[in-house]
């Protein structure tokens, strides 16, 4: 860089970044007055993650039922009543039909993405399309930075399925990444100790290591501050006050089946997590072997739909019940998501494709003001007809439930970067 630009006390770079950030002051003055951003109670979130494209008109959006056969469109599914007047569900949201007054199902996710499952992914993590340089940080990732954990002892963001370069912190650094398990039944893998190593050899292991350290001069990279820190954090986490949360087997076991399968004690163990001040976690429903396509139910994909539909009803259900008796329901943002819908229309082997012009995504708890379903899509959930949600708006009606200022900018280094890319709240999930 020219030193000679920085006499008079600012430079070039800093002049544009400035500039930028006045503008987008003032932007935003002009759409919502100063003092009156929305803020919200929520102090964690646990946020679901449908891999493959949930169909909303086979779920949360249910329509006419069409017939793949005669290749009429529409839903796949029968329709039932839910609590919430004029809101149904799927049939096979048996579980959830009497408790949508605690959950909102936000029917006009919109985003640009149709045919790529990888492109779609990173917008439904990130909040916005892949552009320039900037590598956004995941959604999960800003809430860590914001928030923090809620305690000492434990991680602020816990990925419980396959790691994704989607779910990192991008340029927040390593440090706000995710410490992830793709099991239930134990923790992190790296965490537990080796067999034949107790807690004294652990203890004698630690006491060495701080010596080695302190014969080292300090460091100044900030790559290998990370790597302390990792260090630093792994051998905290590794003591039995965070692993105890692993022991699924300390629940009852009317509660542990009521859950269901396997997503379902995923989502036992993120309520555990969250118990013990985990700030976000996500939980991947993949497992695909129940349907042999997962969510993306093109061809004979759809045939046993109905089973992934009835895990996610059970388990989510129970979620929502466990958090309401333990009075942490307001305080625990349930978010599920995934990368877009599937069109009413069927394909020639019966099942659907992609649809990114309206799809649902789904609220639950977290202090807001829910009505069992918000905005609306036309007569085959085709087309949005009031109140469009775009995926900046969606992410900053979490960021709001969690108190996180929504229209701040995070910096990738001197560059400013609008933590939502200009979102708004659902402003009615508020009042």
């Known amino acids: 860089m020219n030193n000679s630009s920085s006499k008079s006390g600012v430079n070039r770079r800093q002049f544009l970044a400035a500039s930028a950030a006045t503008a987008m002051a003032t932007s935003v003055a002009g759409a919502m007055p100063m003092g009156s951003r929305i803020s919200g109670q929520a102090e964690h979130v646990i946020s679901i993650w449908l891999g493959g494209g949930m169909g909303q008109v086979d779920t949360f959006d249910p329509k006419a039922k069409g017939d793949p056969q005669a290749k009429k469109p529409g839903s796949y599914y029968e329709s039932i009543p839910t609590c919430v007047n004029d809101v149904q569900v799927c049939e096979h949201l048996a579980k959830l039909a009497p408790i949508m ?5 936000v029917r006009t996710v919109n985003h640009a993405v149709i045919d790529e499952h990888a492109a779609a992914t990173n917008w439904m993590h990130v909040g916005r399309p892949v552009s320039g340089t900037v590598v956004y940080p995941s959604l999960g990732s800003i809430v860590a930075h914001e928030r923090g954990a809620a305690s000492d002892e434990v991680p602020a963001y816990v990925l419980i399925g396959y790691p994704n370069a989607t779910r990192g912190p991008g340029f927040l650094g390593a440090q706000h990444s995710y410490l992830y398990l793709t099991e ?34 300090e460091t100044r990279e900030a790559a290998l501050k990370d790597y302390d820190a990792t260090i630093d954090l792994s051998l905290k986490l590794s003591g039995p006050e965070f692993m105890s949360s692993f022991d699924l087997d300390r ?12 997503f379902g004690q995923r989502c036992l163990l993120a309520r555990r997590l969250v118990e013990r001040g985990v700030r976000f976690i996500e939980v991947s429903h993949n497992l695909n072997f129940l349907n042999g396509a997962g969510w993306d139910v ?20 129970a979620l929502i019940l ?57 007569e085959l959930g ?14 900053a009606t979490i960021h ?25 709240p659902i402003k009615a999930l508020f009042t």
């Open 101 to 105: 007054d605690r959950v909102t199902a």
């Open 400 to 424: 709001a439930a969690m108190g996180i200022d929504y229209a701040k900018s995070l910096y990738d280094g001197d560059r400013p970067v609008p933590i939502t890319d200009g979102g708004q």
């Open 298 to 317: 093109h061809n004979g994909g759809i045939l046993e739909q109905h089973k992934l539909i009835q895990e996610l009803d059970t388990a989510m259900a």
């Open 322 to 378: 466990d958090l309401e008796q333990r009075k942490m329901l307001d305080k625990t943002l349930i978010v599920v998501t995934t990368e877009f819908g599937r069109p009413p229309e069927f394909d020639s082997g019966g099942g659907r494709g992609h649809q990114g012009s309206a799809f649902t995504c789904v609220l639950a708890g977290g202090g807001l003001k829910h009505s069992g379903a918000y905005g609306q899509t036309d």
């Open 184 to 217: 239930t039944g134990r923790g992190p893998a790296g965490l537990s100790p080796p067999l034949g190593v107790d807690r004294e050899r652990q203890h004698r292991r630690e006491s060495f290591l701080t010596k080695l350290r302190s014969l080292q001069p």
């Open 251 to 262: 629940e009852s076991a009317d509660l542990r089946e009521g859950y269901g399968g396997e």
């Open 382 to 395: 085709k087309k949005i007809v009031s109140n469009p949600v775009s995926v900046p708006d969606f992410f």
